[in-house]
Each structure stands twice: as structure tokens, then as C-alpha cells.
């Protein structure tokens, strides 16, 4: 049997190495539902299905900084949130760009972006059992020439409320789009890969140092 990698070119591989070290009962939560796209292989569908804007069948209306959960009642959640913050004209546009901002809605900024992200956090903690776990869907970026290394905030935010961060898995990129516009105005590398955080729930204040 080959040892399970850190790094995959398939989403599926990823999720399916992370329930076999860590939850092998499979997900139980999935707050940001979307289409269900993490599910269309081998990996079993959740019990419990919500989305701030359902648009399919079984799927609750619901955010995930207020979940209509009991405290301590689920063991395994998948969080895919958005990662994209835009005010851009492109939002107004009947057409297929910023898709993924009108779908789930644009943040201003990424203030506010990681302000949901902290809030989400702190809601998942409240819901989770002790000792359950987190798997976290996470994307850094360049907005503006500025980097936004997300997975280190999320990392710090999560710690701080009690999150043991167990894993973290890089889900690698064979190819992207990328516009010319960007390729002539190249300040920062481009980013072929994003993460999934594995987090499990501990007793607050613990030192993981």
C-alpha cells in the first residue's frame, strides 16, 4: 500500500486521503453546498446541505456563520467558501464573467472576506463534536498587486479559537487562464495550486507551537 501525499493533481484524491486518515464515517456537514461538485465520485454526500442560495434539490437556505445545528452535533465538515473580493463593474454584466462572485455574492474587499471566513470558523467550532474535524477549502491570491496569503490567516484564526491544524493537502493545478493583460504586468508569481486544511477541534488555548 503507497503512502497517501500531501500534494495531488485530483481534487477526489485529496478529499478521499483525508476521510481515510481522518474521517472514515465519511462528511456529515456541508455548509457551502453549491452543486455538490465534491460529490460526484466516490465521495458519499453529506447529511446536512446548506448554501446561502440553494440551487439544487435537498439543499437548506442557510449561512455558514448561522447554522440551524445543535452544538457539538457533527463530527466531519467540508467548508469550501468563496475567495474572490470584487466591486468590479463585471458584477453588473449579464454575461459570464466574475461567475463565481454573482453566484455566491462579492465581498468588497478581502477585509470582509476574512472577516467571514473568522466568523465561519468560530460558527464550524460551535457545531463540530470534540475531536471532530474540519476540511477547509482555501485559495491565497494577488488582488491589486497586493498577495493575500488566506491559508496563513486561516491558519491563525483557526488556531485561536481551538482548531488543531492536523493536515494541510495542496491540491496542484496542471494548467490556468491567465490574461494577457496580467503576463505583461507581472509583479508576483502565478498560482498553480490551492489547499485544504484539515483542522481538528480542540480545547481552546491550547499552544501548538
Given at each position: 500500500?503507497?503512502?497517501?501525499k500531501t500534494?495531488?493533481?485530483?481534487?477526489?484524491?485529496?478529499?478521499?486521503?483525508?476521510?481515510?486518515?481522518?474521517?472514515?464515517?465519511g462528511?456529515?456537514?456541508?455548509p457551502?453546498?453549491?452543486?455538490?461538485?465534491?460529490?460526484?465520485?466516490?465521495?458519499?454526500?453529506?447529511?446536512?446541505?446548506?448554501?446561502?442560495n440553494p440551487?439544487?434539490?435537498?439543499v437548506?437556505?442557510?449561512?455558514a456563520?448561522?447554522?440551524?445545528?445543535?452544538d457539538?452535533?457533527v463530527?466531519?465538515?467540508?467548508?469550501?467558501?468563496?475567495?474572490?473580493?470584487?466591486?468590479?463593474?463585471?458584477?453588473?454584466?449579464?454575461?459570464?464573467?466574475?461567475?463565481?462572485?454573482?453566484?455566491?455574492?462579492?465581498?468588497?474587499?478581502?477585509?470582509?472576506?476574512?472577516?467571514?471566513y473568522?466568523?465561519?470558523?468560530?460558527?464550524?467550532y460551535r457545531?463540530?463534536?470534540?475531536?471532530?474535524?474540519?476540511?477547509?477549502?482555501?485559495?491565497?491570491?494577488?488582488?491589486?498587486?497586493?498577495?493575500?496569503?488566506?491559508h496563513?490567516?486561516?491558519?491563525?484564526?483557526?488556531?485561536?479559537?481551538?482548531?488543531y491544524p492536523?493536515?494541510?493537502?495542496?491540491?496542484?493545478?496542471?494548467?490556468?487562464?491567465t490574461p494577457?493583460?496580467?503576463?505583461?504586468?507581472?509583479?508576483?508569481?502565478?498560482?498553480?495550486?490551492?489547499?485544504?486544511?484539515?483542522?481538528?477541534?480542540?480545547?481552546?488555548?491550547i499552544?501548538?507551537?
Amino acid at each position: 500500500m503507497s503512502a497517501i501525499k500531501t500534494i495531488s493533481y485530483s481534487q477526489e484524491e485529496i478529499i478521499s486521503s483525508i476521510l481515510k486518515l481522518h474521517c472514515p464515517d465519511g462528511i456529515d456537514l456541508d455548509p457551502t453546498y453549491s452543486k455538490g461538485v465534491f460529490y460526484k465520485g466516490s465521495i458519499e454526500q453529506p447529511e446536512y446541505k446548506f448554501d446561502i442560495n440553494p440551487v439544487v434539490e435537498g439543499v437548506v437556505k442557510s449561512c455558514a456563520t448561522n447554522l440551524p445545528l445543535n452544538d457539538s452535533s457533527v463530527n466531519c465538515i467540508m467548508f469550501d467558501p468563496p475567495f474572490l473580493a470584487t466591486t468590479g463593474k463585471s458584477l453588473k454584466v449579464e454575461n459570464s464573467s466574475n461567475a463565481i462572485a454573482k453566484r455566491f455574492g462579492a465581498f468588497r474587499n478581502e477585509t470582509e472576506l476574512h472577516t467571514f471566513y473568522a466568523e465561519s470558523l468560530k460558527e464550524l467550532y460551535r457545531v463540530c463534536k470534540n475531536n471532530g474535524f474540519l476540511i477547509f477549502k482555501c485559495q491565497d491570491k494577488v488582488s491589486s498587486g497586493k498577495q493575500y496569503f488566506s491559508h496563513c490567516f486561516i491558519e491563525r484564526s483557526a488556531t485561536s479559537l481551538g482548531w488543531y491544524p492536523k493536515d494541510l493537502f495542496i491540491l496542484l493545478a496542471k494548467s490556468r487562464l491567465t490574461p494577457a493583460w496580467q503576463t505583461a504586468n507581472q509583479k508576483h508569481a502565478r498560482k498553480y495550486h490551492s489547499y485544504f486544511w484539515v483542522f481538528q477541534k480542540k480545547k481552546k488555548n491550547i499552544n501548538y507551537v
